[in-house]
């Protein structure tokens, strides 16, 4: 997740700016329709399984499935994306979920199967979402990187908001024809990663190589053994443990909340998109509009009342009420999110990027998926609306202790220049190295600059 490479005052990127990168362009593309297509499938089999089973447990299970293969191995399969050319392992990856889902897809498959079928499509997110996180520093670099940033976020919720919606309308009657779709954004994906990004060398030659265990324990080393690091990690995680919830229930909230069937789909719809609506609104403005140093100041605050904003839930509110509160959570992410990712990358070692990723989303899944596990057990023996108001209170509490563990920015800018010198020291002995041995780079994997001449470095 990456700060600002100076501590002078700096000016935001455009949207233009970052847009300008042709490879920018071809992973932006390329993901926001595949998040449409597994949002659409996600809400299609959540509401699926909550109709036939009438069991919240079961549907919130449901939706944290895809969050299992993060929490049993996301950072050893992401370890896999810094071994091998982060291209190759992206269109792997997309062609095998490919498959998997159009299985999926089979009509009469029974539910166990079918989420069998998606834990394993689940699978390759890790190393395929640790590959393109690692490939956008190198794609983007200062200010055009966090607004990259906040652009593919921004993306991720409106892709969210319309396969939600889309998904929620097909679960009633064609619920198999949303994983179809899921299918081919998959394929969509891979033929944009082939076409669009330049072929690059793995992060780590053949000789830094050990076992695939002993380079994913020097990653959780340096994510939580460093504090600037460690501070971010712990502020990131313990927000989304809270701000998921909305999401995670919405299918059993429109229940409670809708005695007429037939609403209960669009009201489970309009709960799943508030949340992803705030998050875009506020990403784009904040990340176009809001200066850097501004940003950085403002994630403390939005921590603390991401999940203030839910706390009115203990008043059992209606959909459009439930709905504003998810908004508001929302937007309190978009706040967080970015910010706190342009910190995190800039005291990242380049050769640790997959890696921590894969740490950062493996805990962002286990404490998701906790979240709302723990909050729908909850709602199974008490009234939801009293669970989710009280769950809100407690992350409040929660959120004002863990914010005092955040480091000054003076912290922040020793780390960045620490950093900064490792890096060089790297880059400069890999040169060495390669003029001691007499080679060159192959033309294919020469990363040309692509940052135009107005933007400046973070």
Same mark, same amino acid.
Request: aromatic content about 10%; overall charge positive.
């Given at each position: 997740m990456p700060v600002s490479d100076e501590s002078h005052v700096e000016r935001s990127a455009t949207f233009r700016e970052a847009f300008s990168s042709t490879e920018y362009r071809a992973v932006f593309s390329a993901s926001a329709l595949s998040w449409i297509g597994d949002s659409l499938a996600k809400a299609a089999v959540t509401a699926l399984v909550y109709n036939q089973t009438q069991s919240v447990v079961a549907s919130a299970a449901t939706f944290a499935i895809s969050f299992l293969p993060w929490v049993a191995g996301g950072p050893i399969l992401a370890a896999i994306a810094e071994r091998y050319p982060q291209r190759n392992i992206m269109i792997i990856a997309d062609l095998t979920r490919m498959v998997l889902i159009a299985l999926v897809a089979v009509p009469r498959m029974p539910i166990p199967a079918m989420l069998v079928l998606l834990f394993l499509t689940s699978l390759f997110n890790p190393p395929f979402d640790a590959a393109r996180s690692a490939l956008l520093p190198q794609i983007l670099t200062g200010d055009r990187y966090v607004v990259g940033v906040s652009l593919q976020n921004a993306a991720n919720q409106g892709a969210q908001l319309i396969g939600y919606m889309i998904g929620a309308a097909l679960a009633s009657g064609h619920p198999h024809a949303a994983l179809l779709v899921d299918a %081919?954004?998959? +394929?969509?994906? /891979?033929?944009?990663t082939r076409v669009g990004v330049l072929r690059r060398p793995a992060a780590l030659r053949s000789e830094q190589r050990r076992h695939l265990l002993r380079e994913t324990g020097e990653g959780f080393r340096l994510v939580f053994g460093t504090q600037s690091l460690r501070a971010i990690a712990i502020v990131v995680l313990t927000a989304h443990l809270f701000t998921v919830v909305p999401e995670g229930l919405a299918a059993a909230w429109a229940a409670t909340l809708e005695t007429n069937t037939t609403h209960r789909g669009l009201a489970q719809g309009i709960i799943m998109i508030a949340n992803p609506l705030g998050y875009l609104v506020a990403g784009l403005l904040i990340g176009r509009l809001v200066p850097p140093d501004t940003r950085r100041r403002l994630i403390r605050p939005f921590c603390v009342l991401a999940p203030v904003a839910l706390i009115p839930s203990l008043f059992?509110?209606?959909?459009?009420?439930?709905?504003?509160? +998810?908004? #508001? !959570?929302? /937007? !309190?992410?978009? %706040? #967080?999110?970015?910010?706190?990712? %342009?910190?995190?990358?800039? @005291?990242?070692?380049? /050769?640790?990027?997959?890696?921590?990723? *894969? #740490?950062?989303?493996? %805990?962002?899944?286990? @404490?998701? *998926?906790t979240g709302v596990v723990l909050t729908g057990l909850l709602a199974s023996r008490f009234d939801l609306s009293t669970v989710v108001g009280g769950w809100s209170v407690f992350g409040a509490v929660l959120m004002l202790s863990v914010s005092t563990l955040w480091p000054s920015q003076h912290e922040f800018s020793e780390a960045i220049a620490r950093t900064r010198a490792a890096n060089a020291e790297a880059e400069a002995a890999v040169a060495v190295q390669a003029n001691v041995a007499g080679q060159r780079p192959p033309a294919d994997d020469v990363v040309p600059s692509i940052a135009p001449r107005a933007a400046k470095s973070m």
């Open positions: %081919g954004t998959f +394929a969509f994906s /891979a033929f944009m059992r509110p209606d959909t459009i009420m439930v709905a504003v509160l +998810a908004g #508001i !959570c929302g /937007a !309190c992410l978009a %706040g #967080i999110v970015p910010a706190a990712n %342009g910190l995190f990358v800039q @005291v990242l070692p380049n /050769a640790y990027r997959a890696r921590s990723f *894969g #740490i950062m989303q493996s %805990g962002l899944q286990l @404490v998701q *998926g």
